[in-house]
Nanobody
Framework: QVQLVESGGGLVQPGGSLRLSCAAS????????MTWYRQPLGKERELVAS???????VYVDSVKGRFTISRDNLRDTVYLQMNAMKPEDTAVYFC?????????WGQGILVTVSS
């Protein structure tokens, strides 16, 4: 049974940091590209950061220099380190595993940036 379980979300003040984790099971994690998406309330889902099986990373411009995606293939986990957070980072964050035409989504986790 494929599972992607996000954790680490919550409330943080502007300028603060959070680290999201996405623990995978039920498939060969190391062979999948991993991506973090986010969806603010009432808005469309957008790609935040992606990491390939080779470790190549891509970021949306709005998070470059503030967010870092990484993966641990021994722990079957992908991370999103979020620093210097802004109110506009408030959203539900999802992780996704992709390999060719296969794609698996996590259930999402809420991140709120507010004072």
């Amino acid at each position: 049974q494929v599972q992607l379980v996000e954790s680490g979300g919550g409330l943080v003040q502007p300028g603060g940091s959070l680290r999201l984790s996405c623990a995978a099971s039920g498939f060969t994690f190391s062979t999948y590209d991993m991506t973090w998406y986010r969806q603010p309330l009432g808005k469309e889902r957008e790609l935040v950061a992606s990491i390939t099986t080779y470790g190549t990373t891509v970021y949306v411009d709005s998070v470059k220099g503030r967010f870092t995606i990484s993966r641990d293939n021994l722990r079957d986990t992908v991370y999103l380190q979020m620093n210097a957070m802004k109110p506009e980072d408030t959203a539900v964050y999802f992780c996704k595993a992709t390999r060719f035409s296969l794609g698996y989504w996590g259930q999402g986790i809420l991140v709120t940036v507010s004072s």
